[in-house]
């Protein structure tokens, strides 16, 4: 499995408890699997989740498919990372 990491931005997320504005970030990245889509998302998450915290959603922004000798022999996704940005109190 491999991982990339492209790009931020920020966006507005709902209201907290408290009434105060929260904000999420989200991060692109690509993550490869010899085996299948599921196991590259899946490795995707887990790794991404070893430096990112406060992670709250993903979606599949792009799947593709490494071919050899007629035979699929990657498994590649792009995914969107959606994290709470930390507020320091």
Same mark, same amino acid.
């Given at each position: 499995?491999?991982? !990339?990491?492209? =790009?931020?931005? @920020?966006?507005? &997320?709902?209201?907290?408890?408290?009434?105060?504005?929260?904000?999420?970030? *989200? #991060?692109?990245?690509?993550?490869? !699997?010899?085996? =299948?889509?599921? @196991?590259?998302? &899946?490795?995707?998450?887990?790794?991404?989740?070893?430096?990112?915290?406060? *992670? #709250?959603?993903?979606?599949?922004?792009?799947?593709?498919?490494?071919?050899?000798?007629?035979?699929?022999?990657?498994?590649?996704?792009?995914?969107?990372?959606?994290?709470?940005?930390?507020?320091?109190?």
């Amino acid at each position: 499995m491999s991982l !990339s990491r492209r =790009s931020c931005s @920020d966006r507005v &997320a709902p209201q907290d408890e408290e009434n105060n504005m929260s904000v999420a970030k *989200i #991060s692109e990245i690509t993550s490869t !699997s010899k085996t =299948s889509f599921d @196991d590259a998302i &899946a490795d995707g998450i887990k790794r991404a989740s070893k430096t990112i915290h406060g *992670i #709250s959603g993903a979606w599949v922004a792009d799947q593709e498919v490494g071919v050899k000798s007629g035979k699929i022999v990657e498994y590649k996704v792009r995914l969107r990372i959606t994290f709470m940005v930390d507020e320091k109190k």
